[in-house]
């Protein structure tokens, strides 16, 4: 059985995981291989594979923790004893936080998603699917309640907003002018705006 942590304490598993999204984002995961991951891991790969199945496991995971924490989140937003105009705000300006906070994750899993095996990607998606349609639930709430706008079909407005999302990886840099909390603001007001009557 491989030691579960290292002299630091750190988990094996998230040690594998640091290793491989640093080496990831820096020169791509086809790139990468599984001896350069253990290494910088300072790890086996019997440690490697008690672990995780397949470098195709890791990079799902490097994606899944992310979306696992954003679902959390998303839940308790949206299950919160709030106007559903604050708890939609509140969820849209999140998902920006949370996704800027780790980049690296987001930048590698839309730039490499296509190595992942077909069950993986199924998987995945099943995952977004969920995330999304909670989100639309949330939406279509204010829309019945009249809070906001029916013009724009729910899953044209998820859509929106989540197509800003998923690019914040090709623009956003950590020293620019704006924080994460700067961008989340703005975009969560941009989609307030499209939403109010």
Same mark, same amino acid.
């Given at each position: 059985?491989?030691?579960?942590?290292?002299?630091t304490?750190?988990?094996?598993?998230?040690?594998l995981l640091?290793? *491989?999204?640093?080496?990831?984002?820096?020169q791509g995961?086809?790139?990468?291989?599984?001896?350069?991951?253990v $290494?910088?891991?300072?790890?086996t !790969?019997? *440690?490697?594979?008690h672990y995780?199945?397949? !470098?195709d496991?890791l990079l799902? $995971?490097?994606y899944a923790?992310? =979306?696992?924490?954003q679902?959390?989140? =998303?839940?308790?937003?949206?299950?919160?004893? $709030?106007?559903?105009?604050k708890?939609?705000?509140?969820?849209?300006?999140?998902?920006?936080?949370?996704?800027?906070?780790?980049? &690296?994750? *987001?930048?590698?899993?839309?730039? #490499?998603?296509?190595?992942? #095996?077909?069950?993986k990607? !199924?998987?995945?998606?099943?995952?977004?699917?969920?995330?999304?349609?909670r989100?639309?639930a949330?939406?279509?709430?204010?829309?019945?309640?009249g809070?906001?706008? !029916?013009?724009?079909?729910?899953?044209?407005?998820? &859509?929106?907003?989540f197509?800003?999302?998923?690019?914040?990886s090709?623009?956003?840099?950590?020293?620019?002018?704006l924080?994460?909390?700067?961008?989340?603001d703005? =975009?969560?007001?941009?989609?307030?705006r *499209?939403?109010?009557?």
């Amino acid at each position: 059985m491989p030691r579960t942590t290292d002299p630091t304490g750190t988990p094996v598993p998230q040690r594998l995981l640091a290793a *491989a999204t640093r080496l990831f984002a820096d020169q791509g995961y086809d790139r990468t291989s599984v001896q350069e991951i253990v $290494e910088a891991a300072g790890v086996t !790969k019997g *440690a490697l594979y008690h672990y995780f199945g397949s !470098k195709d496991d890791l990079l799902h $995971e490097v994606y899944a923790r992310v =979306l696992r924490v954003q679902q959390e989140r =998303l839940d308790a937003f949206a299950g919160a004893d $709030e106007p559903v105009e604050k708890r939609v705000r509140d969820a849209a300006a999140d998902v920006v936080v949370t996704t800027i906070d780790n980049l &690296d994750d *987001a930048m590698i899993f839309f730039r #490499s998603m296509h190595h992942l #095996s077909t069950e993986k990607h !199924k998987q995945v998606r099943a995952e977004r699917r969920r995330y999304h349609e909670r989100f639309r639930a949330l939406i279509e709430e204010g829309q019945e309640q009249g809070v906001f706008s !029916k013009r724009t079909p729910a899953d044209l407005v998820v &859509d929106y907003h989540f197509g800003s999302v998923h690019h914040l990886s090709t623009w956003y840099r950590p020293h620019g002018p704006l924080t994460p909390q700067e961008v989340a603001d703005h =975009l969560a007001d941009l989609l307030l705006r *499209a939403l109010r009557p």
